[in-house]
Structure formats: structure tokens, C-alpha cells
């Protein structure tokens, strides 16, 4: 890792800089002082030898960088550099950026990883949130390079690619993403393997840069937006909600009170015998008993569109509605004992939507022209999923697989679809494309080793109900029901965001 060293003509502003950089970089990368000299009458200047014995004590073959105040401090530094052994010397970069921008650049992205000339170009870019605040694009009396220009103006980052997943936050912290949760942000996302982008209103960062997360100028109240693009993109996007819920490092006072800031377990990797999910969409539902009466095992429309048939499809969906309203019911009764009622409310907002007498309407009306209930449910419930995939709030959003989640139960219950296929008898982790909230909460979770999925999101109920029952869930995993069959070992590591096949 990258380590720094800090000159100045004073030890008390080298050791407040010192102070300042620790607050953004919490145990990352090395940072000492090399400051003032020793004589008490006249303390203030610098001293080469103190500075070659400083880059020693901190020397890693990734690289020092050192930043100074002014003046003597750089012929010192460059004095120091001609007393080291010369190997060691070439690892070792003079920094000409301003001493306490600078060396928080350098420090954050030393400690995320950044290797030598990434620091250093951090550390020189550090001026530009400084510069987009007052209105500046160029250092005054001066042309700046054009990347410069382009950081300061908040855009340096090209926008996200049209697959990008991405989450949303409105900013609580009363100062917005100043330095310190801005470098905690970008010090959270660093490890994942994506490429990670932050937006607000139109401008675009490197959400791994902390110069170009400043110049966006986030402040209480903005919404931003981040992108993620890669192997782990839903990881980075759940920790970032994550940390967003707890202020980015801060405290944020709330009607509730304060919020401490911790730092979470990952949990341990799982491993089990695959068991992949039927492809019967119908069968991603809860298992429900069949029906009585006459009906049939085809949603297809009927040709039958008699008064007779009419009033036997109208009487075969109200009873389906009614009979899968009583079953979320009764799963949000069960769920409230075992999770608490904050999870019962899932499916307790399912079954208020079933009982939404202008929905049931509607799919009644609609039934004489399709033909059968199962197409008049299928149009009217398509049209309620698009309507929750087109709103802008992430959150809500996905609340889609939820009205598909109660579509399939009712189409379940008006053709009588076989029940799912019991899941194995010993320890597993599911293999699906997606899973509905219903089918999770009826699984028996001392069986459930993890859950890995081709599709889902991390704001979605399942996800979030799998958390609540302490199962270990990834989504968004490319080719996943390719690779994955009945019966073979696999591993997930929830903390890696990976699932490995023996």
C-alpha cells in the first residue's frame, strides 16, 4: 500500500493535517510528520534528515508519496531524496499538490489501493471541488489541463453504460457528502469488482474518486444516483444502500435518535447441493390446494364464449381471488410470529391489492371479451407490474415481482396448477431465475442454505425477507441456470458476492 509523509515548516499544522487525513482513512494507509525543527527558540522550518528518516519508517514497495507546504520544504524533501538508498528513492514522489486537499486525495485513495501514480494524480486533481463550488473551471492566472477542467466542472466520469443497475438516495447528512462521509463512500465501494458511478442531476463521478465525488457538490436533500456495471454490481449496490441508511460515518440525529456507525459482519460462505426451481412460473407461488369444481388445466383463452361459460369463468375468478386473498392473509399471520409485523405488512399490502374491488371489476368486465378469467387477470395485472416498473424510485420500482407474485397465485388457483415440487430433504441452496416472496416465506428455513439467483435485485421483498430469516441470498448472477444443475456442490459467498461450482 501506498504511504505518505507529511513536510511542513510547522509541526502543529503537519500533525492537524495528520489529524484531519486520519478522520477520512480510519487505519488505511501510513501517514507520519515530518515537520518544524528541533530548536525550541526557532521551530518552525523543515529538516531533510527528519524527512529521510520519516520516508524509511514508512517505505512500502507500492510507494511513498510526500507532500509539503512550501518553500524549503521542497529543496528538504529533494535533499532527503538524495540521502536515501537509491532503489528506495525511486519508489518515492514529490507531490506538488496543496498540502491539506492534497493529502486527503492521496490518502483516501492510498488506502483504497490506488497504486503510486493513481495517488499522485488524485492528490494533484485535489482542487476541483474547491474550484467547482466558487464557480472556477481554471486556477486563477492560469489554463488548467483539460482534465482538470473537466473534474472541476463535475463530469470528468463518462455516464453509465444502459445495463447499468443502479440505486437511489436522498441525501440526510445536514453538510451533504462533504470530505469525510464522501471518502467513506468511496473507501466502502473501492473493493467491489465494478464500475461504479455516481449522479446527481446530470453530472457524473467516479464514485471510486474522491475529487470527483466532491465536485459533484452533494448536498442535504440532493438525490443521487449510483450506477454499478460488473461481476459484482447488486454487492456494490447493497452496500451503498447500506451505508447510506447509516449516514456515510456520521451521526445523523432522527425523531428516533441518534445513528451509530458500525461495522458489519460479512457472513461466512455456505455450502450445499444445488436445488433449481421448476421453470412453471406458476409453481414460483405458494403450493395451494386445488380448487372444486369444473375447470380446466389451460389459461389460454376459450372459444366457448357462451352466457353460460362467461358466468362460470366470472364465478371461477372470484372465487380464485378470494381464496388466494385468504392465503396472504394467512401468511402474513404466520410471518408476523415468526419475523414481527414489519415483514407480515409483504403480503399483507398483497392481499389488499386482491381485495381492490376496482381491480376485480375490471377483470370481470374484461372476461366476456377474452374469453376466460385467466387471460382477463393476466391483462390487468400486466398492466398494474408496468406500471410499478416504469416509476423512478428504485424502492418501488420493484415492488413488479411482487404483482406478479400474487398474478401467478391466483393463475394457480383458476387452472388448478400441479404444486411445486418438494424441495430435497436435506440442506440446499436454491437455484432459481427469480423467486417470489410467497415461495420463500413457505420453505422450511433450517433446510434453506442460501439462496442464488439469475435474476432478483437487492431491494426486492425476497431479498429483503431473506435477510430477515437470516439466509444468505445473491442476485443477479449472468448465466447462473446454465451452469448450475440439480445435485451439484456449489458454494455462495455472500461477503465475495460469488457462487462457486465444485
Same mark, same amino acid.
Given at each position: 500500500m501506498v504511504n505518505l509523509v507529511v513536510v511542513s515548516h510547522s509541526a502543529k499544522l503537519a500533525e492537524g493535517v495528520a489529524e484531519l487525513a486520519?478522520?477520512?482513512?480510519?487505519?488505511?494507509?501510513?501517514?507520519?510528520?515530518?515537520?518544524?525543527?528541533?530548536? *525550541?527558540? +526557532?521551530? &518552525?522550518? %523543515?529538516?531533510?534528515?527528519? &524527512?529521510?528518516?520519516?520516508?524509511?519508517?514508512?517505505?512500502?514497495?507500492?510507494?511513498?508519496?510526500? $507532500?509539503?507546504?512550501?518553500?524549503?520544504?521542497?529543496?528538504?524533501?529533494?535533499?532527503?531524496?538524495?540521502?536515501?538508498?537509491?532503489? $528506495?528513492?525511486r519508489q518515492v514522489r514529490l507531490c506538488a499538490a496543496p498540502l491539506v486537499e492534497g493529502t486527503l486525495a492521496a490518502a483516501v485513495a492510498a488506502s483504497n489501493g490506488a497504486d503510486l501514480d493513481r495517488v499522485m494524480a488524485d492528490a494533484m486533481d485535489a482542487l476541483a471541488a474547491k474550484r467547482a463550488q466558487l464557480g472556477e473551471t481554471v486556477p486563477a492566472g492560469g489554463e488548467a489541463p483539460p482534465d482538470e477542467t473537466a473534474t472541476a466542472a463535475g463530469a470528468q466520469a463518462t455516464p453509465p453504460g444502459e445495463g447499468a443497475r443502479r440505486a437511489f438516495w436522498r441525501i440526510e447528512n445536514p453538510h451533504g457528502l462533504h470530505a469525510r462521509p464522501a471518502?467513506?463512500?468511496?473507501?466502502? #465501494?473501492? =473493493?467491489?469488482?465494478?464500475?461504479?458511478?455516481?449522479?446527481? %442531476?446530470?453530472?457524473?463521478?467516479?464514485?471510486?474518486? #474522491?475529487?470527483?465525488?466532491?465536485?459533484?457538490?452533494?448536498?442535504?436533500?440532493?438525490?443521487?444516483?449510483?450506477?454499478?456495471?460488473? *461481476?459484482?454490481?447488486?454487492?456494490?449496490?447493497?452496500?451503498?444502500?447500506?451505508?447510506?441508511?447509516?449516514?456515510?460515518?456520521? %451521526?445523523?440525529?432522527?425523531?428516533?435518535?441518534?445513528?451509530?456507525?458500525?461495522? %458489519?459482519?460479512?457472513?461466512?460462505?455456505?455450502?450445499?447441493?444445488a436445488w433449481r426451481l421448476t421453470g412453471d412460473p406458476r409453481q414460483n407461488?405458494?403450493?395451494? =390446494?386445488?380448487?372444486?369444481?369444473?375447470?380446466?388445466?389451460?389459461?389460454?383463452?376459450?372459444?366457448?364464449?357462451?352466457?353460460?361459460?362467461?358466468?362460470?369463468?366470472?364465478?371461477r375468478f372470484a372465487e380464485a381471488i378470494d381464496q388466494a386473498q385468504r392465503q396472504l392473509e394467512q401468511l402474513a399471520a404466520a410471518i408476523s410470529l415468526r419475523l414481527g409485523p414489519r415483514f407480515a405488512g409483504i403480503f399483507e399490502a398483497q392481499a389488499m391489492l386482491l381485495s381492490d374491488e376496482g381491480l376485480r371489476d375490471a377483470v370481470a368486465e374484461n372476461i366476456p371479451r377474452l374469453g376466460s378469467a385467466a387471460a382477463a387477470w393476466r391483462k390487468e395485472t400486466a398492466? $398494474?407490474?408496468?406500471?410499478?416498473?416504469?416509476?423512478?424510485?428504485e424502492y418501488l420500482r420493484v415492488r413488479e415481482l411482487d404483482v406478479r407474485d400474487m398474478r401467478d397465485m391466483v393463475l394457480a388457483l383458476i387452472d388448478t396448477a400441479p404444486p411445486p415440487p418438494p424441495p430435497p430433504s436435506e440442506e440446499y441452496i436454491l437455484i432459481g431465475k427469480e423467486l417470489y416472496p410467497s415461495r420463500l416465506a413457505s420453505l422450511d428455513r433450517a433446510k434453506v442454505a442460501g439462496?442464488?439467483?439469475?435474476?432478483? +435485485?437487492?431491494?426486492? +421483498?425476497?431479498?429483503? #425477507?431473506?435477510?430477515?430469516?437470516?439466509?444468505?441470498?445473491?442476485?443477479?448472477?449472468?448465466?447462473?441456470?446454465?451452469?448450475? +444443475?440439480?445435485?451439484?456442490?456449489?458454494?455462495?459467498?455472500?461477503?465475495?458476492?460469488?457462487?462457486?461450482?465444485?
Amino acid at each position: 500500500m501506498v504511504n505518505l509523509v507529511v513536510v511542513s515548516h510547522s509541526a502543529k499544522l503537519a500533525e492537524g493535517v495528520a489529524e484531519l487525513a486520519g478522520q477520512m482513512i480510519q487505519g488505511g494507509c501510513r501517514l507520519i510528520t515530518a515537520a518544524g525543527v528541533d530548536d *525550541e527558540a +526557532h521551530p &518552525i522550518g %523543515t529538516d531533510a534528515v527528519k &524527512i529521510m528518516a520519516a520516508i524509511e519508517e514508512v517505505f512500502d514497495p507500492s510507494g511513498v508519496v510526500v $507532500m509539503m507546504d512550501l518553500g524549503s520544504a521542497l529543496l528538504s524533501a529533494e535533499t532527503a531524496l538524495e540521502l536515501l538508498d537509491p532503489d $528506495m528513492a525511486r519508489q518515492v514522489r514529490l507531490c506538488a499538490a496543496p498540502l491539506v486537499e492534497g493529502t486527503l486525495a492521496a490518502a483516501v485513495a492510498a488506502s483504497n489501493g490506488a497504486d503510486l501514480d493513481r495517488v499522485m494524480a488524485d492528490a494533484m486533481d485535489a482542487l476541483a471541488a474547491k474550484r467547482a463550488q466558487l464557480g472556477e473551471t481554471v486556477p486563477a492566472g492560469g489554463e488548467a489541463p483539460p482534465d482538470e477542467t473537466a473534474t472541476a466542472a463535475g463530469a470528468q466520469a463518462t455516464p453509465p453504460g444502459e445495463g447499468a443497475r443502479r440505486a437511489f438516495w436522498r441525501i440526510e447528512n445536514p453538510h451533504g457528502l462533504h470530505a469525510r462521509p464522501a471518502a467513506r463512500l468511496v473507501s466502502v #465501494l473501492s =473493493p467491489f469488482a465494478a464500475r461504479l458511478t455516481l449522479e446527481k %442531476t446530470g453530472q457524473f463521478a467516479d464514485a471510486n474518486r #474522491l475529487n470527483q465525488v466532491a465536485a459533484l457538490q452533494v448536498r442535504q436533500g440532493d438525490e443521487i444516483v449510483l450506477y454499478a456495471e460488473g *461481476e459484482q454490481a447488486d454487492a456494490a449496490l447493497a452496500a451503498f444502500l447500506q451505508e447510506a441508511r447509516t449516514g456515510f460515518g456520521e %451521526t445523523i440525529p432522527t425523531q428516533e435518535g441518534e445513528v451509530l456507525q458500525g461495522t %458489519t459482519v460479512a457472513e461466512p460462505p455456505v455450502t450445499a447441493r444445488a436445488w433449481r426451481l421448476t421453470g412453471d412460473p406458476r409453481q414460483n407461488a405458494v403450493g395451494i =390446494p386445488a380448487m372444486t369444481g369444473n375447470q380446466t388445466q389451460s389459461a389460454q383463452p376459450r372459444a366457448d364464449t357462451s352466457l353460460d361459460c362467461i358466468q362460470l369463468e366470472q364465478r371461477r375468478f372470484a372465487e380464485a381471488i378470494d381464496q388466494a386473498q385468504r392465503q396472504l392473509e394467512q401468511l402474513a399471520a404466520a410471518i408476523s410470529l415468526r419475523l414481527g409485523p414489519r415483514f407480515a405488512g409483504i403480503f399483507e399490502a398483497q392481499a389488499m391489492l386482491l381485495s381492490d374491488e376496482g381491480l376485480r371489476d375490471a377483470v370481470a368486465e374484461n372476461i366476456p371479451r377474452l374469453g376466460s378469467a385467466a387471460a382477463a387477470w393476466r391483462k390487468e395485472t400486466a398492466a $398494474m407490474a408496468a406500471d410499478y416498473a416504469g416509476l423512478q424510485d428504485e424502492y418501488l420500482r420493484v415492488r413488479e415481482l411482487d404483482v406478479r407474485d400474487m398474478r401467478d397465485m391466483v393463475l394457480a388457483l383458476i387452472d388448478t396448477a400441479p404444486p411445486p415440487p418438494p424441495p430435497p430433504s436435506e440442506e440446499y441452496i436454491l437455484i432459481g431465475k427469480e423467486l417470489y416472496p410467497s415461495r420463500l416465506a413457505s420453505l422450511d428455513r433450517a433446510k434453506v442454505a442460501g439462496i442464488a439467483l439469475e435474476g432478483g +435485485h437487492p431491494l426486492s +421483498h425476497t431479498a429483503i #425477507l431473506a435477510r430477515a430469516m437470516g439466509i444468505p441470498i445473491l442476485v443477479g448472477i449472468t448465466g447462473l441456470m446454465d451452469r448450475v +444443475h440439480n445435485g451439484q456442490t456449489v458454494t455462495l459467498d455472500p461477503a465475495r458476492g460469488v457462487l462457486r461450482i465444485a
